[in-house]
């Protein structure tokens, strides 16, 4: 549950590893193959794949003489951060070269090809930093503190531990497997910061919408690649709070996480509250299938004051969850200029949507792999290993610039066109294989469009590693 880059790199410096919550579930929990997708944690470490088992993924050729862009003045405005305003003459430029440079008819970059992008190197590192002492602070902070508690002032720590457990096991025990919390207002108070502005800036991130996704439906968000910190989707579509409504009307995004993290006291509120769901089936079925426990007791609530009822109040539809299919497994093949997925044996989630009915949206981040190298060596094996199998989650080691924060790359989250599907209650294995295998396509399909606009500095194509 939580809890909310791009350009040539500078050489890294310190190495820095930090705990991650983040690897793909059991099989027992989905499948094995709906993987752990979470905004703010890492993945695990695992041993680099054998290159040589490596498949390039098809090719599908794309033919367009010419492309043309849908730039919207309204969503290019929405994503200056405020007090920035640029020259007239250099916004037609920017707006033809964008034109001239979409990869696939119709689609609406933001902000457009050449738009300039604020130059704020200690505000923007600041904020990349907050991002990730926001996580730190309450997986590691809290717990310490309660240990000190518990030592120097017993009665007041016990008090306090016992009235949240009371709370936790009395009032709000199924709340992680009930579908969440939905956004909370504070949820909404967290992704309008403007302070993320300066935090998209620092990568001189971009959103691609290739296709509407309507509301009258619920979606799978499959993101690709995993990497170590999955700012992408955080910095181009959930804390994008002034571009995602105007993009996708009617839709709300949240993320999903492995169920660990909804066992640590004050992350597991924060995560909740910004929507997150656990990432094993039955939680995903309950998400998409029917209402957040907030949105049911709105709808109870407004049953005998309809003419008071909120928008979305007991929303069944336009719901998109983000699942990140490699998950742990994928991390370890991260290397910079490349994209290897480990997806062809991942089919969870293709049963997930026919379970479900919701359709299967692909989406890349171009870039994700380039933040940072990761840190190999036999010592972090073995503690990734360890953590893995007592507590169901690896330690990742890595390094960036001065440790923690990321290289500055450009990060490009292209979302896809959805794939509908029928609901089928109890999908067979070769209706789960096709699925699978035309997701696949499509997947393809939408890396060959877009690769040579935002992925130029790539080693080799996009693979599938198992």
């Known amino acids: 549950m939580a809890a909310p880059p791009p350009p040539p790199p500078p050489s890294s410096s310190s190495s820095s590893s930090s705990s991650a919550t983040l690897s793909s579930p059991s099989d027992s929990d989905c499948d094995s193959s709906v993987s752990a997708a ?19 993924s098809s090719s599908v050729a794309s033919s367009s003489s010419s492309t043309t862009a849908i730039v919207d003045a309204d969503l290019a405005a929405a994503a200056e951060p405020d007090g920035f305003v640029a020259d007239a003459t250099q916004k037609e430029d920017d707006e033809a070269e964008s034109v001239s440079n979409t990869p696939a008819a119709g689609c609406t970059i933001v902000p457009p090809l050449g738009h300039p992008h604020p130059e704020d190197p200690i505000l923007q590192s600041s904020v990349v930093l907050f991002w990730w002492s926001v996580s730190i602070t309450l997986i590691v902070v809290f717990p310490i503190l309660a240990i000190i508690g518990l030592i120097w002032a017993p009665a007041t720590t016990l008090t306090l531990l016992g009235t949240y457990c009371a709370w936790l096991l009395l009032v709000d025990a199924r709340s992680a497997q009930e579908r969440g919390w939905g956004i909370t207002p504070f949820g909404h108070w967290f992704y309008n910061l403007p302070i993320w502005n300066h935090f998209r800036n620092y990568f001189k991130a971009r959103v691609v919408k290739t296709a509407e996704l309507p509301p009258d439906q619920n979606y799978i968000m499959c993101g690709h690649p995993h990497g170590v910190y999955l700012l992408g989707v955080f910095a181009n579509i959930t804390s994008n709070a002034k571009v995602i ?15 660990v993290n909804f066992n640590i006291p004050i992350w597991r509120e924060f995560i909740l509250s910004i929507g997150m ?10 998400h998409l299938g029917g209402h957040t426990r907030r949105e ?24 998109a969850v983000f699942i990140f299919i490699g998950g742990a497994e994928e991390y370890a093949l991260m290397a910079r200029g490349t994209l290897d997925l480990v997806v062809k ?6 049963r997930l949507a026919l379970t479900t009915g919701a359709a299967l949206v692909p989406v890349i981040t171009f870039g994700e792999n380039d933040l940072y190298e990761r840190v190999d060596t036999p010592f972090v094996r073995k503690v990734s290993a360890f953590t893995l199998k007592v507590a169901k989650f690896a330690f990742p080691a890595f390094k960036g610039r001065f440790g923690l924060l990321p290289h ?7 979302v896809g066109a959805p794939l509908k599907v029928g609901k089928v209650e109890k999908p067979t294995e070769e209706q789960v294989e096709e699925l699978h295998n035309q997701y696949l396509k499509e997947l393809t399909k939408l890396y060959d469009a877009h690769k040579d606009t935002f992925f130029k500095n790539r080693v080799r194509d996009m693979q599938f590693a198992a």
């Open 408 to 414: 500055r790359v450009e990060l490009v989250t292209v």
């Open 345 to 350: 044996k991942r089919k969870g989630f293709a």
């Open 38 to 56: 979470t905004l703010p944690m890492p993945p695990p470490m695992m041993p680099l794949l054998d290159e040589r088992r490596l498949s390039s």
């Open 277 to 286: 769901v656990p990432v094993d089936r039955k939680s995903l079925e309950s």
């Open 296 to 319: 049911s007791r709105s709808k109870t609530h407004d049953s005998d004051n309809s003419h008071h009822k909120p928008h979305h109040a007991s929303r069944r539809t336009g719901k």
């Open 245 to 259: 409504p105007k993009l996708f009307p009617g839709i709300e995004f949240t993320g999903s996480t492995l169920p």
